[in-house]
């Protein structure tokens, strides 16, 4: 069985939808970031992402890599939150023939993977039709 990762449960974006504001120059980088990739700038605010938003592009993964080979085929998409930020995300909970681009859709937090029946248990956020 794989070591579980304490990193995976010490980063805090993936549990809580958060992002760095840039003080400098407000740019809101999500996974956050060290360096602002707009003004260079180093310190950042802690936000709270948006939990709703548009679908920009999507596809449907039918060969996927082996730790998700369980959950195959399943649907990936480009989303714009309501503050402009795009995320990449798993989007469930819709038939494929129903995905479109501008449809409306929310965060949930959902689990994303585990390592077996005895390991640990990854959550993270996918998208839902709002």
Do not use: H
Not at 25 to 42: L, N
Not at 104 to 125: H, L, M, N, W
């Amino acid at each position: 069985m794989p070591t579980p990762s304490r990193n995976w449960r010490e980063t805090p974006q993936r549990y809580r939808f958060e992002a760095g504001r840039c003080k400098n120059c407000g740019f809101v980088a999500f996974p956050p970031r060290v360096i602002c990739p707009r003004c260079r700038g180093r310190e950042f605010d802690t936000v709270v992402l948006p939990d709703q938003g548009k679908l920009l592009t999507y596809t449907v993964i039918r060969v996927p890599p082996q730790p998700f080979a369980d959950q195959a085929p399943y649907a990936v998409g480009i989303v714009e939150l309501e503050n402009g930020v795009r995320v990449t995300a798993q989007i469930v909970d819709i038939e494929f023939d129903r995905l479109q681009v501008g449809l409306q859709v929310k965060t949930e937090f959902r689990r994303v993977s585990d390592d077996g029946p005895a390991g640990v248990i990854a959550y993270g956020y996918k998208f839902v039709p709002a």
